[in-house]
C-alpha cells in the first residue's frame, strides 16, 4: 500500500522556512537575548531533519549536496580563525573586537568578532548532527 | 602576556582541522601530519628555552583580567611534558604509517591523533581546572576514536567498557569541580591555591582532595581503579596502543601531581599518606599482573600500572627531591613506554602471536631487534647508564629524606619484578629453539617500523646519558612543583 504524504510534504515545505528563519533570528539575538550558536545550530538542523522525515534521505541529499564533515571543518577553522586572529594584532588569544558601524538597511550596528565565532560554532553543530542522522540513516 | 605557549596546542588543532579534507589522500594525510608534528616539536622547543630563561610564561584568553578569564600556564614542567609529547607522537605516527593499515588511515585516523595530542597538550598547559576538564574530554573524544577505528570484535567489547569508565569517572570530576567551586568560589588554579591557603584546608577540602583522587586516578589507573587498563589497552592496534600507553594514563599523573602539590598541601598527612599507600599498592598490583601474564602486550601494560605507583610515591613524599624525580621518571616512563610497545609491536609482527610461549629464536635472524630490546628493558628497569636511573635514584632518596625508609627500600626492590618482566619476554622470544614465525612478513615493512624504533629507543639512551645537560630543567620543574607560591606569582602577578 502506498502511503500519500500530501499533506505532511506540504506542510513541511513551509514550516522549513519557518524554523530555518527562526534559527536564523536565535543565532542572531544570541548576544543580547538568549540564543546564539548552539541553538541555532540545532534547530536548523531539526529543520532538515524535518525535510528527511517528509521526504527521504536522498531526495534531501539531492536538495541539499552538503558534505557535513567539511561543514565541521570549516566552521572549526573559522572559529580557530576568530580565536587567533588577535594573535597577529598582538593581543592575547581569544580578545574579540567589536565597533558601531552605520549599514545603509540597519542604522547604527554594533558588529562583534563573537558572531564570527558564534558562525563556527553553528556551522560545526549543523555539521555533527546532520552527520550522525545522515550516517545512521543510510546504515543497513 | 606571550601568545607563543599556545602554539603546541593550536598548530596540532589546526592541522586536525585541515586533515578532515582529501580523507582518502594517504599522502596527503600522512605529511600534513608529520609537517604539524615537526612545526609543533620546534615550537615546543623554543618554548621550554623560552621557559628557563623568563620563568613560567602565562597567558589569560581574551584581555581579561586574572582570576576572570582562563589562564593558560607553562611551566617548566609543563613544557617538558608538551615537548616529549610532541616527539613521542612523532615516532608513533612515522611507525604507525607501517602498521597501523590503510583502512583505518582513510577513516579520519590523523586527524584523531592530532586532536588526542591538542587535548593532552590543553592539559598538561591549563590554568583553569574546568578548562582542564575540557581538555580531558577533547583528548578522551579522541581516543574513543581511536580505541573503536577499525571495528574488530574485541575493541567493540573493549571501547564500550573504556567510555563507559570514562564517562563516569567524567561526570565524577564535574561534580569534584562543583564542590571545589562551591567552596572556594573560584575556578583559576592559582586562585584556588591562594584561597585554600588562606582557609587554611578544612575537612571539606579534604574531601574534595580525595574526590580528585578518585577522578584522576581512574585516568592514571592507580590501584583499585585501574581494572578496567588491561583489557582496554589490549584491544586496539599497536601505534594506538602505544599513544595510549605513552601518553593518557600520564596525563592524569600530572593532574594528580598538580592538584597535590598546588592546591591540597596544608594536611600532608592526610592526602599525601593516602596517596603513598595507594602508589605501594599499585605497584604490588602491577607487579603481580606483569609477572602473570605470558602475553607481551599485557605484560607492557601491567608496567603502566607499576611506573604510575613509582611517580606516584614521588608525589607523595611532598620534597623538592622526590618532585624533581617523579618529573625525570614520568618523562622516561613516557619515552621508553613508547619505545617498549613500538618494540613488542614489531615481536608480534614478526612472530604473529602475542603468546610468549609460541615465539623463541629470534635472536639469530633479528640481532639489532633484540639488542635495541634489552637496552630498553634494561633502561626500564633502571640500570645505570640508562635513562629509568636518575628518576627512580632521586625518588628514593626523597622517600629517605622524608622518613620512609622501608617503602622506598620497597621501591628499589619493585625494580627487579620490572626487569624480570621485561627479561622474560627477552628470555623467551629472543632466546632458545625457533618459535613460531609469521607468513606475511615483509622486510620492507619491517624496515618501516624499525628505524622510528631504533630512534625513539637511541633518545632514551641519550636521555640517560645527557642527565648533565638535562638537570638544571628539571630542576626548574620540580622548584615551581614543591614551592606554589612560584605558580601563582607568576599567574596572579606575572599576568600584568
Redesign the interface.
Known amino acids: 500500500m502506498k502511503v500519500n504524504n500530501v499533506i505532511l510534504q506540504f506542510t513541511a515545505k513551509i514550516v522549513f522556512f519557518i524554523i530555518f528563519f527562526f534559527a536564523v533570528n536565535i543565532f542572531f539575538a544570541g548576544h543580547y537575548t538568549p540564543g546564539g550558536g548552539f541553538v541555532g545550530g540545532l534547530v536548523t538542523a531539526s529543520a532538515i531533519v524535518l525535510l528527511i522525515i517528509a521526504f527521504d534521505l536522498n531526495t534531501v541529499q539531492k536538495l541539499l549536496p552538503i558534505n557535513y564533515i567539511f561543514v565541521v571543518a570549516v566552521g572549526l577553522i573559522l572559529s580557530l580563525g576568530t580565536a587567533s586572529f588577535s594573535m597577529f594584532v598582538g593581543q592575547p588569544f581569544f580578545t574579540h573586537f567589536f565597533d558601531y558601524f552605520y549599514l545603509p538597511l540597519f542604522g547604527k550596528t554594533s558588529l562583534h568578532t563573537a558572531a564570527l565565532f558564534d558562525l563556527g560554532v553553528y556551522l560545526v553543530v549543523v555539521g555533527v548532527t546532520m552527520t550522525i542522522i545522515q550516517t545512521i540513516g543510510e546504515d543497513e | 602576556?606571550s601568545?607563543f605557549l599556545?602554539l603546541p596546542i593550536?598548530i596540532p588543532?589546526?592541522f586536525g582541522?585541515?586533515l578532515?579534507?582529501g580523507?582518502k589522500q594517504l599522502k596527503y594525510q600522512r605529511i600534513t601530519t608529520l609537517l604539524g608534528l615537526i612545526i609543533s616539536i620546534i615550537c615546543a622547543f623554543v618554548l621550554i628555552v623560552d621557559v628557563y630563561e623568563n620563568g613560567p610564561q602565562t597567558?589569560?584568553?581574551?584581555?581579561w583580567p586574572v582570576p576572570f578569564g582562563i589562564t593558560m600556564v607553562s611551566d617548566m614542567v609543563s613544557a617538558l611534558l608538551v615537548l616529549t609529547t610532541l616527539v613521542l607522537t612523532f615516532f608513533i605516527v612515522w611507525y604507525g604509517f607501517g602498521s597501523i593499515g590503510k583502512e583505518r588511515e582513510r577513516f579520519f585516523f590523523y586527524p584523531g591523533v592530532m586532536f588526542i595530542v591538542t587535548g593532552v597538550n590543553g592539559a598538561f598547559t591549563t590554568g583553569d581546572i574546568f578548562n582542564l576538564f575540557v581538555f580531558f574530554e577533547v583528548l578522551l573524544m579522541a581516543s574513543y576514536l581511536l580505541i573503536v577505528l577499525g571495528g574488530e570484535k574485541a575493541q567493540l567489547r573493549e571501547s564500550i567498557k573504556y567510555i563507559l569508565i570514562n564517562v563516569i569517572s567524567s561526570a565524577l570530576f564535574v561534580i569534584t569541580v562543583a564542590y571545589l567551586y562551591s567552596v572556594i568560589g573560584t575556578l583559576n588554579m592559582a586562585d584556588i591555591s591562594v584561597k585554600i591557603a588562606e582557609i587554611n584546608q578544612p575537612g571539606i577540602l579534604t574531601v574534595i582532595a580525595i574526590l580528585f583522587l578518585l577522578v584522576f586516578g581512574m585516568k592514571a589507573a592507580i590501584f583499585p581503579l585501574y581494572f578496567w587498563l588491561p583489557s582496554a589497552y589490549a584491544a586496539p592496534p599497536i601505534p594506538v596502543l602505544a599513544l595510549f600507553g605513552a601518553l593518557l594514563t600520564k596525563v592524569g599523573v600530572y593532574a594528580i601531581m598538580r592538584t597535590y602539590t598546588l592546591f591540597f598541601t596544608h594536611d600532608l598527612s592526610y592526602t599525601h599518606e593516602l596517596l603513598l599507600v595507594l602508589a605501594i599498592i599499585t605497584i604490588v598490583a602491577g607487579s603481580i599482573g606483569a609477572l602473570a601474564h605470558f602475553d607481551v602486550k599485557q605484560i607492557i601494560i601491567y608496567n603502566i600500572v607499576i611506573a604510575v605507583g613509582v611517580i606516584l610515591y614521588g608525589v607523595a613524599q611532598m620534597n623538592e627531591v622526590a618532585l624533581e624525580g617523579a618529573v625525570f621518571y614520568l618523562i622516561h616512563d613516557m619515552i621508553i613506554k613508547a619505545a617498549l610497545f613500538m618494540l613488542i609491536g614489531i615481536v608480534i609482527y614478526v612472530t604473529g602471536t602475542t603468546n610468549l610461549r609460541k615465539m623463541g629464536g629470534l635472536m639469530k635472524k633479528y640481532p639489532a631487534l633484540g639488542w635495541f630490546y634489552l637496552i630498553a628493558a634494561l633502561g626500564l628497569a633502571g640500570v645505570p647508564p640508562l635513562s629509568g636511573f636518575i628518576g627512580k635514584l632521586l625518588i628514593v632518596q626523597g622517600g629517605f629524606q622524608a622518613g620512609n625508609n622501608w617503602t622506598s627500600i620497597f621501591i628499589l626492590a619493585s625494580s627487579l619484578v620490572v626487569l624480570l618482566s621485561v627479561i622474560r619476554i627477552f628470555i623467551y622470544a629472543f632466546w632458545g629453539e625457533q618459535g613460531q614465525l609469521s607468513n606475511e612478513m615483509n622486510k620492507t615493512t619491517y624496515n618501516h617500523l624499525f628505524v622510528p624504533t631504533i630512534l625513539l629507543v637511541l633518545l632514551s639512551i641519550l636521555y640517560g646519558v645527557g642527565t648533565e645537560i638535562i638537570m638544571p630543567f628539571m630542576d626548574e620543574a620540580s622548584k615551581v612543583l614543591s614551592d606554589p607560591s612560584v605558580y601563582n606569582d607568576a599567574v596572579l602577578k606575572g599576568g600584568e
Open positions: 602576556m601568545n599556545l593550536i588543532f589546526f582541522m585541515i578532515m579534507f580523507q597567558v589569560t584568553f581574551g584581555s
